[in-house]
């Protein structure tokens, strides 16, 4: 496995974008279509743990389940959130750059440089 894991989606247009950002600067990486092959809660900590940023801040805001599922209320706690992130992989932000034991999530995707400074 590469030193280098994205978290994606490969119809996403961000994620493509971070695909050829990566390529053209010769970095190489693993994909984990997190769509398809799913993340237990357990991994969505780890992931959200090693970016530093709260399960709110990864959050798919535009995505309709937010609204049907009324995820918008800040008192949703983080768990809710975590345990639903788990069964609707759709309402986690795209996409998810690891490396080592530091994640960010790429957004804007030329983000993905600070994981290389």
Do not use: N
């Not at 969505?44 to 937010?66: F, H, N, S, Y």
Request: hydrophobic share 45%.
């Amino acid at each position: 496995m590469s030193e280098v894991i994205v978290y994606e989606k490969r119809t996403c247009t961000a994620c493509k974008k971070l695909a050829h950002l990566l390529d053209e600067r010769g970095i190489a990486f693993d994909r984990v279509e997190y769509h398809v092959e799913g993340l237990t809660e357990p991994e969505i900590r780890g992931l959200l743990g090693k970016a530093g940023i709260t399960a709110r801040d990864a959050l798919r805001l535009r995505e309709p389940l937010v609204k049907e599922l009324g995820l918008a209320d800040p008192d949703v706690t983080e768990d809710r959130l975590i345990a639903l992130m788990a069964q609707h992989p759709q309402l986690l932000q795209r996409p998810v750059v690891v490396r080592g034991d530091r994640a960010l999530l790429a957004r804007p995707i030329e983000r993905v440089l600070e994981l290389f400074d």
